[in-house]
């Protein structure tokens, strides 16, 4: 059974950093594209960065430059690290594994605000 668990959220400035992890199991890592999607209050889910089974990433433009995806297949472990954050981009961020069917975390919260 596929399961996602987020963390590494909490408070930060803007302009400050962080980074989130989701770990992952009872799935070949390896083998699925693995994504973050975040969803502000009042706000549809939206799509922020991927990473492929080959290491290839692609990034929402909105946070283009900003954030970081990352995976270690060893750790069966997938990274967001956020950079430049800026108060748009609270939301609760969620991690997906993506194959022939989608799974998702419950999600960790992340606030930027002073």
């Known amino acids: 059974q596929v399961q996602l668990v987020e963390s590494g959220g909490g408070l930060v400035q803007p302009g400050g950093s962080l980074r989130l992890s989701c770990a992952a199991s009872g799935f070949t890592f390896s083998l699925y594209v693995m994504s973050w999607y975040r969803q502000a209050p009042g706000k549809a889910r939206e799509f922020i960065a991927a990473?492929?089974?080959?290491?290839?990433?692609n990034y929402a433009d909105s946070v283009k430059g900003r954030f970081t995806i990352s995976r270690d297949n060893a750790k069966n472990t997938v990274y967001l690290q956020m950079n430049s954050l800026k108060p748009e981009d609270t939301a609760v961020y969620y991690c997906n594994a993506r194959r022939v069917v989608s799974s998702w975390g419950q999600g960790t919260q992340v606030t930027v605000s002073s």
């Open positions: 990473v492929t089974t080959t290491g290839s990433t």
